[in-house]
T-cell receptor
Framework: NAGVTQTPKFQVLKTGQSMTLQCAQD?????MYWYRQDPGMGLRLIYY???????DKGEVPNGYNVSRLNKREFSLRLESAAPSQTSVYFC??????????????FGPGTRLTVL | DQQVKQNSPSLSVQEGRISILNCDYT??????FLWYKKYPAEGPTFLIS???IKDKNEDGRFTVFLNKSAKHLSLHIVPSQPGDSAVYFC????????????WGAGTKLIIKP
């Protein structure tokens, strides 16, 4: 099992460019998440998908959109990148959709720089 | 306002000794707490968790203690090994939080040989 995979690993964009970060999991998990991690801060939730066909905003959704393409795949789109979106992006998935069981499995991350 | 705080950005411990990582929280509605470990260029991996109905949970060398009255939890690693060198994140969630975890900023643990 590959677990959670993310592409690309690194990306450099110019301000105003768009891009999509891809995420896939092979653990048959219902829930999937997108986080960003900035220096000196914990992970902050951008969007999540509790189950196939649903998406909801997290703590920092502005400037992002998501698509839960199927049970396996959850993509994150930046329509018009800004330097403030320079960060490391992590995708995660979890088996159960309840707050009391929230062991999330993470991908290796995408390091994004916006110039 | 940070709801989950890890006040020590880094901690250095001798191999074989006990490592104690601390985490404080402000939201009394948190009912589940987790510790994750992160190596460079990798995503975080789940380490151990504790429900608010317990005050201790143990898994091998790792023990998490929860003091609800103080809104404080700690992770003990005994004995510390070189492979434990990593960044440790504390995270918390509350009932009806829609699956959201609130994360601390992390503590970098360095195990000295």
């Amino acid at each position: 099992n590959a677990g959670v995979t993310q592409t690309p690993k690194f990306q450099v964009l110019k301000t105003g460019q768009s891009m999509t970060l891809q995420c896939a999991q092979d653990m048959n998990h219902n829930s999937m998440y997108w986080y960003r991690q900035d220096p000196g801060m914990g992970l902050r939730l951008i969007y999540y998908s509790a189950s196939e066909g649903t998406t909801d905003k997290g703590e920092v959704p502005n400037g992002y959109n998501v698509s839960r393409l199927n049970k396996r795949e959850f993509s994150l789109r930046l329509e018009s990148a800004a330097p403030s979106q320079t960060s490391v992006y992590f995708c995660a998935s979890s088996e159960a959709g309840t707050a009391s069981y929230n062991e999330q499995f993470f991908g290796p991350g995408t390091r994004l720089t916006v110039l | 306002d940070q709801q989950v705080k890890q006040n020590s950005p880094s901690l250095s411990v001798q191999e074989g000794r006990i490592s104690i990582l601390n985490c404080d929280y402000t939201n009394s509605m948190f009912d589940y707490f987790l510790w994750y470990k992160k190596y460079p260029a990798e995503g975080p991996t789940f380490l151990i968790s504790i429900s608010s109905i317990k005050d201790k949970n143990e898994d091998g060398r790792f023990t998490v203690f929860l003091n609800k009255s103080a809104k404080h939890l700690s992770l003990h690693i005994v004995p510390s090994q070189p492979g434990d060198s990593a960044v440790y994140f504390c995270a918390a969630s509350e009932v009806d939080s829609n699956y959201q975890l609130i994360w601390g900023a992390g503590t970098k643990l360095i195990i000295k040989p």
